[in-house]
Structure formats: C-alpha cells, structure tokens
C-alpha cells in the first residue's frame, strides 16, 4: 500500500478521535453534574437556607445562592443593558465617525478579553476607597463590568446587519436618527440583540471570580443592598472541596442548578430568536 | 431653457465619494407639479443627484458637496443649518426606491409611522389616514383584511405601493423616484406608472429612470445626465424625441451604456 | 453658551435627539476610560511595593515569604507559563484536528448539529468545569496516571489543571478554526485535485496554509484565555508558590494565586500591593496576546472580524 493512503488513514482516525474527546468531555461533563448534582437535589436543598454555618454542615440547603445569583446577575444584566444598547446605537454612522467607532469598538474588545477576577480586583480597590465591605451591590457592578463588552458585541452585530436602505426609508419619513433607532432598528435587530442580553446574563450568573472579593458570602439570603451575598458559583467554588459530604452535596446541587440555567438560557435564546424573527426584513 | 418657478434649482452643484467626481457643475430646474424624468447611462450619478435633493447624501461615505441646492427659495446645503433640523426638511421630500423596503412592523404601523412621529397620535385620525393613502396607492382594496399582518407578506409588487402609500402619509410636497419600477413585472410596473400619473396633479415628481419608454409616456420635463454632467434638459418632447445636444440623440437612439 | 440657547429653541422630539445623543456618548466615553482606569489603578495599587523593590527584583526572585518582605513573582510567573503550555500542549492537537474535521469532511448538516455543541461547551461555568476536575480528574491524577508513571500525587497538581484548561479551550480554538477553513474557497481545493492530490494531502499543504493565520490567532487568544483563567484552575492546581519539579507537583498560576490568595493580603504589609501588581502583570500580559492575535487577523484577512 503506499504510504500517502496509510498517512490519511491514520490522520482520519487522529481526527476522529479528536473529535470523541471533544464531544465526550462535554457529555462527560454534563454526566458528572447531573449524577451528582441529580443525586444532592431535593425540595429541601432548593427551599431552604443552610443551617449551621455554611462550612459545617447541619442540613440546610442552597436557597441563598440560588437568590443571590438570580439578584446579580439580574442587577447587572438591567444596568449593562442600558449602557450597551446605548453604546451600540452610538455606533452607527448615523452618530460617530467610523474613527471614533473604531476606537469604541477596539477598546469593547480589549476588554471583553480581560479575565473575570480583574474586575473583581478593580472593584475591590475602589470599594476598600469608599470604605464599603463585600455587598451585593459591588457585585452587581463587578458583573455589570464583566457583562457590557459582551452584549454591546453582540448587540453591535445585529445592528450592524440592518440596512443602510432601511434606515435611509425612514429619514425620508422626517424621522430622526433616535425614533429611527429605537422604532426601527431595535426592532428588526431583535433577535440579535436578545441573544446578546442572554448570552452576557449567562455568562453573569456563572462566574465566580468577579464576585468572589465583591459579594462575599453568607449563609443568608440578601435583603438590602449592602449585605453580602451567596451566588451559585462562590458556594460552589467554596464547597467542592469540603471534607463534609453534606457540604459538597450543596457544591453538586448547585452546579445541577447553575446548569440547568445556563441550558435552559441557551434553548430560551434559539426559541426567542425564531419568535422575534417574524416581522423583521430578510 | 427657463421654467417660470421652478420648485427646485440647484446651482453649481458638485459631489466627489472618495476621488471619484461625481455630479459636475449641475444647475437642473425642477418644475412645480409636472413629471420631471432624469435619464442617462447607468452609475452617471443620477442617484446622486436624487439623494442630493433630501440631503440623504450625507449618509454616504466620504463624500463631499459643493454648491447649492434650492428648495422653495431655500438652500438646503446651506452651512447654517443645524444637523439636528435635518428631519424636517426631508420630510418635504418623498422617497420611491429601486427595492422596496417596508419597515419591519404590521401594513398598518408601516404607513401609520410617519403621522405618528409628527404628532397624530387620535386612534381614529391615523385609522382615517392609513386608509385614505393606501387608497392613494391604489393597495387598500388588497389589505383592508390583513391591516395587522407583517408588511413582508406582501408580494414585492404591493410592498412597492406600500411604500408608496408610506411616503404620501407624511404629505411630502416631492416625490423622488428612484428607478421604481426596475424590480417589477410589467404588471406592477403599469400600476406604479399609472399611480405617478394621477399623483403628478398635487405633487412634484423627480422620477429618475433606466428605461426611455418609461420617461416618454409619462415625463412632462427631462433632463439627460452623462457622466455626472447635465447634457441637456427641457420639455419631454424636445429632449426623449427631438433633442438640441448630440449626445443626448446618441444616447435615445442607441441607449448606449 | 450658544449650546444652551440653540437646546432652548429646540421643541421636545429635537430635545430628545440631543439629550439622547449626548447620553450615548457619555457611556461611550466611559466605557473606553474604564480600560485606562484599570491599568491606572492597579499601578498605583502596586506602587508602595514597586518603591520598595526594584521590578526585576521581583519577577525574578524565588522566595515568596510575605511575613518576611520577600516577593519572589518567579515561581508564580513559572507556574502560569507550565500550567498553560500543558493546557496548549493537549489542547490545540486535538481542536485543530477536530476543526479540520468538522470543517472538511462533514457535509452541513452535521455542522448544524456540532455547532450548537460547541457553543454549550463555551457557556459553561468555570466553576462546574472545576468541580468535574475535583470530582473525576484529580482520583484519576492520584489513582492512575500518576503512578503509571511512578509518580506519587495528591491530584491537586499541574497536570490536573492543564488537563482541564485544555477542555475549557477547546471551544474557542474550535469556533475560529471551522471560521477559517469555511472561509478556504473552494477553487483552492480543485486546484490541488486537478494535480491528483488526496483529500488530505490538499489539506495539508493547501488549505491549512491558507487558513494558516488565522489559526495561529486562534491558537493565541486560546493562549490568553488560558493565561487568565481562574476559577477552574485555582481549583485544582495546589496553589503553593514553588517552581513544581514535575507536573504531578502542585503550583500556581497568576490569576489562580490572586484568588487564593484574597484573604490574607490585608494582614501583611505589602501583601496588598504585590497582587495588586501581579492583576497588573496578568492583564498587561493577557492584552499583549489578544492585540497580537487580532493584528495578525487584519495582517491576512484585510480588517475581517474573528
């Protein structure tokens, strides 16, 4: 046999293999959450608060990092909103020179690229300044931080798509560059921009090291701004390695439910893109 | 050649996108209320020209305009006017493009926008002003069921009178067309062309086109553009029949490119 | 002011124009500032320390002994560079191999299937990633593999991190690659089979050349997502402050330290500014990398995007 036919051989079967690992290490990973996780999760866990002091064990369950997740991640998602689809209409022609665009969109890029805990770093030094120990409303702004570059990137995309000749057919209507922007644009970019608001509250509600010096930790569920705050992420970075099985049960319960949202968000987005896409131009 | 007040003359006007000169020295007279065709070679700036007279022109890339262009007396080039006045005067002119784009909403909330932005807000003055202009555009008998389906149901012919029926509802004094009609079927296209006719009684129309027996059988005005340069212009049955320039007999005899 | 006077003649929709535009441009301005502001602040953060020794001092001394005074960055900067490159080593073989794959021999349909795939694998939490490292790879480090090789470990090493890095990778390197061998024309290939080469042999000297740079791209902003991952990493690497003798020793990694190490910095002086200045050389060294990899994209697809 000659040798060219044997080396495409083996590369196939290399790829192939490649390809298994790949695949499998998600399957895997997915197995791992839902057998354990599956296993640790009852009413009581999702219902209720730990007991006993969250290191120890003493029953109890994850209610408060359920909240507090949903709190961030929330939080941040409301306040980035605003700042990007701001920023995203600004980027048009309509309003900044392709200059100035390009130096937002640079600087958006630059930043989307900076690992979580630096965030979670600068916001820690400004709250040290102020004098503000770890509350829910620092890490609400951490996360806000953490989240703009990556919904003003999408959200910029699905403008970007809208075309000129659209927008030009409503100026000679006498509308402005706001009315055409919020009537029009918005509205046919809707897809595209839904999947940038849910693809950056994802990646909110999964991240821990933003919120790590910046929410804090507590057994209890936050009832004001200023108190710190449990998140799915913190309780299952702080518990995976807990000696107490009862206490990395609550770890595995919580990855079982942090999964399942990030899934569910991931199914929410196709359905609402399809929804959305009913009026828009083709 | 001299038309008794024109409604729109542009004096020495010149656009370059990038280094390409585009429009040169073009002093054009638009009468009120007649037909007026803009023929010529295809890329010789005739949409330019069109997109000078609502200033949508400065949405292009590096573009630059010199001279002035006037509207009812008024020079809307004219430094002075602030970018945030631009909408209002736009408003005067109606916009017919190639490819009809209908605004990604409901039939109704398409022609409804531009009364709606102008402050009509009665439920019951818009439910009378749709109708009225989509009767205009000769399109209400096909969609006075459907008022609330997407605009985009529309076979490409009826979103053209869609879009017609939109631009009317904002009472333009102008009507720009730009090509309208090159996407349609000769039956459309006879519908549009009829329509231009009847609309030619309450508004001016600049109607820019490719094909000569478009701009014979119902342009009242012409004038012939080659190479960004305005050859000659006057009344339909000099220029598309009998014209005074060479190149402009060239042009109807062969319809060269 | 002439600003004033033109807003006051202006009627509520022009109002609406020029607050909303003037809004839209504040956030613009911040959000571009904030960048700066990060770098600015974390130097200052860093200065007391940087006064005190000398920067070269610090890189590249060995002790870390905070109670005493003594800074040594180099085992952690050491740790960083061993744990990635492992995490590249396994990392980039198989997604370029599964991208060429994908992108190659699998008909559209197929892609429509792997696709949704990849982007689950992007979404998921850095946590989980970590937990299934404590929960499968760390027995298997300690049980298996190291010794297999003779080795004994508690898991919780620098093979188990890059391990999982190298997982947490793949999608990104995965994306851009099946991007890039999509974009490939096709008259490319034909030409390579009119001369009667094989389907792989296109691929090799053909097609991958092609899409050459921008899988060296790919290739890097995998580096710098890998250089800044924390979480997962912090998880299972050991987090001691030693140059490892063997990857089934423990170590650290720049970012991994920073969040271990959190809690005890306000205690000991100069505690604070040394992880101020370690966050500090962590995003400058992350930036290097993302910058590089978005010039050589421009460099060879003329402004395209990633």
Known sequence: MNFRKIEEYIFKILMLTSLIIVLGSLIGIIAVVLIKGGAAINWEMLTTTPKGGFYMGGGGGILNAIVGSIYLASGATVLAFFISIGIAIYLQREFTSDGAAGIIRASLDILWGIPSIVYGVFCFIIMMYLGVGTCLLAGIVALTMLEIPIMTRGMDEAIKMVPSELKESTYVLGSNRIETAVKVVLRQGLPGITSGILLAFGRGIGDAASILFTA??????????????????TMIFFLSTSPIPEVRDRAYAAAFVLLSIVLLISIISRLLTNKFSKYIIK | MKISAPQIVTKDLNVWIGKKHILKNINIEIPEKKITAIIGPSGCGKTTLLKCFNRLIDLTDNVRVKGKVIVDKENIFDPHIDVIDLPNIRKKMGLLSQKPYPLPMSIYDNVAYGPKIHGKSNKEDLNKKVKHYLESAGLWNEVKDRLKDPATSLSIGQQQRLCLARGLAVE???????????????NATRKIEKLIMKLKKDYTIILVTHTLRQAKKIADYAGFIYFGELIEQGPAGEVLVKPKEKLTMEYIEGEFD | MKTLKRFIRMDSRKRKVFISTKLMFAASVLVCALLFLIVIILFSSSAPLLKQHPITDLLFSSLWNPERGDFGFYPIIIGTVYVTAIAMLFSVPVAVLSSIYIAEYTKGRVMQIIKPFIDILAGIPSVVYGMCAIIVLVPLVRDHIAPFFGASSTGFCVLTAGMILSVMIFPIIISICVEVFR????????????????????????????????????????????FGETIAVCMVVGNIPQVASSVFEPGTTLAAFIASNFGEMMSVPFYYSAMMLMALVLILIVLIFNILAKIIIRRSYGGGKT
Not at chain 2, 172 to 186: F, G, K, N, Q, R
Not at chain 3, 198 to 217: C, D, N
């Open chain 1, 216 to 233: 804090g930790f507590s057994d209890h569920i936050a009832t004001s701004l200023f108190d710190s705050a449990a998140a799915l992420p």
């Open chain 2, 172 to 186: 333009p004094e102008v009507i720009l067309c730009d090509e309208p009609t090159s996407a349609l079927d000769p």
């Open chain 3, 183 to 226: 974009a490939v024309p096709d008259e490319v290939r034909e030409v390579s089979y009119a001369i009667g080469a094989t389907k792989w042999e296109t691929i090799k000297h053909v097609v991958f050349r092609a899409a050459f740079p921008g899988v060296s791209s790919a290739v890097l902003l995998g580096f710098g997502r890998a």
